[in-house]
């Protein structure tokens, strides 16, 4: 099925580890993000890219780095994780233009001890 | 997003009843979106609104979007338990991303 799809679904990690959620998204969007929902915050972005090669900081970028590898790909690395980067990460992708539909991956859920 | 503000923050109602979710924004909104999200999964597409004084309808749910499209309204008519959940409003149009509010918690009893 087309759509948006997120690597791993769960993961725990100890503090000062590092790891990679890996995204892609087969409708051949130009634009994909990553974002992060904690409760009571909704989703803030932490980063963005407007389209293969470019990427861009959102809201939250502190403590994370992003790789648009193709058009298909966009992962996000935590360098060296944190307990406040607890939380449930989404992968998105659209057009790349106002008015288009934003699609979501399922999620991944981190905890980090 | 402190650009945009749901209220209320949470809701609790009784099956078959009404209720409103509203959406304000800090600037002009150039594209709303509302999505429902159950708890624990991803976020689901409910509609898009772009014009302002449009409105849209999926089976019970409505969603407004003002003529200044500073503020959009999403109303649940005769609530059912598959309507809770978290329901989120975005706006686009303000640089190549789409910004949340921090989202309504909404819980049925029956």
């Known amino acids: 099925n087309a759509g948006v799809t997120q690597t791993p679904k769960f993961q725990v990690l100890k503090t000062g580890q590092s790891m990679t959620l890996q995204c892609a998204q087969d409708?051949?969007?130009?634009?994909m993000y990553w974002y992060r929902q904690d409760p009571g915050m909704g989703l803030r972005l932490i980063y963005y890219s407007a389209s293969e090669g470019t990427t861009d900081k959102g809201e939250v970028p502190n403590g994370y780095n992003v790789s648009r590898l193709n058009k298909r790909e966009f992962s996000l690395r935590l360098e060296s994780a944190a307990p406040s980067q607890t939380s449930v990460y989404f992968c998105?992708?659209?057009?790349?233009?106002?008015?288009?539909?934003?699609?979501f991956g399922s999620g991944t859920r981190l905890t980090v001890v | 997003s402190q650009e945009l503000e749901q209220s209320p923050q949470s809701l609790i109602v009784q099956e078959g009843k009404n209720l409103t979710i509203n959406c304000t924004s800090s600037k002009t909104l150039y594209g709303l979106y509302w999505y429902k999200q159950k708890y624990g999964e991803g976020l689901i597409f409910l509609m898009m609104l772009q014009k302002g004084g449009e409105e849209k309808s999926h089976e019970k749910i409505t969603a407004k979007l003002d003529e200044k499209k500073q503020q959009s309204s999403l109303h649940i008519t005769a609530s059912q338990p598959s309507h809770a959940g978290i329901y989120l409003c975005g706006a686009s149009g303000w640089g190549n991303k789409l910004v949340f509010g921090a989202g309504t918690i909404l819980r049925v009893k029956s």
């Open positions: 409708m051949n969007h130009n634009s």
């Open positions: 998105a992708s659209n057009q790349g233009e106002s008015g288009y539909g934003y699609t």
